[in-house]
Nanobody
Framework: QVQLVESGGGVVQTGGSLRLSCAAS????????MGWFRQAPGKEREFVAA????????SYRNFVKGRFTISRDHAKNTVYLQMNSLKPEDAAVYYC?????????????????WGQGTQVTVSS
């Protein structure tokens, strides 16, 4: 069973930065794309960013472009989400996901494995 464990969440002031990490463990699987999604209280889970296996292709929601950066380290089996210039509306539980055959990076249904989430709180 593949496991994804997120870390790095916490409380930050408006304008601050956080770096989320997602560590993958368990049986190896072939060349997954990795994504970050988030869910705020009372709202549906939404796509934030994703990265292909090679790292050459990334995708971002418009509301994080220029502020968030997704990256991956194959040697550590870890994906990162660097979040800068955080706003109160970025507060949510952030989930990491892995997909074996992702055609549309923003589509939650195409991801096979999910982490438990890490809380991000942005104080104004």
């Amino acid at each position: 069973q593949v496991q994804l464990v997120e870390s790095g969440g916490g409380v930050v002031q408006t304008g601050g930065s956080l770096r989320l990490s997602c560590a993958a463990s368990g049986p190896s699987f072939s060349k997954p794309s990795m994504g970050w999604f988030r869910q705020a209280p009372g709202k549906e889970r939404e796509f934030v960013a994703a990265i292909s296996w090679s790292g050459l292709t990334t995708s971002y929601r418009n509301f994080v472009k220029g502020r968030f950066t997704i990256s991956r380290d194959h040697a550590k089996n870890t994906v990162y989400l660097q979040m800068n210039s955080l706003k109160p509306e970025d507060a949510a539980v952030y989930y990491c996901a892995a997909g074996l055959s992702v055609a549309t990076m923003s589509a939650q249904a195409e991801y096979d494995y999910w982490g438990q989430g890490t809380q991000v709180t942005v104080s104004s």
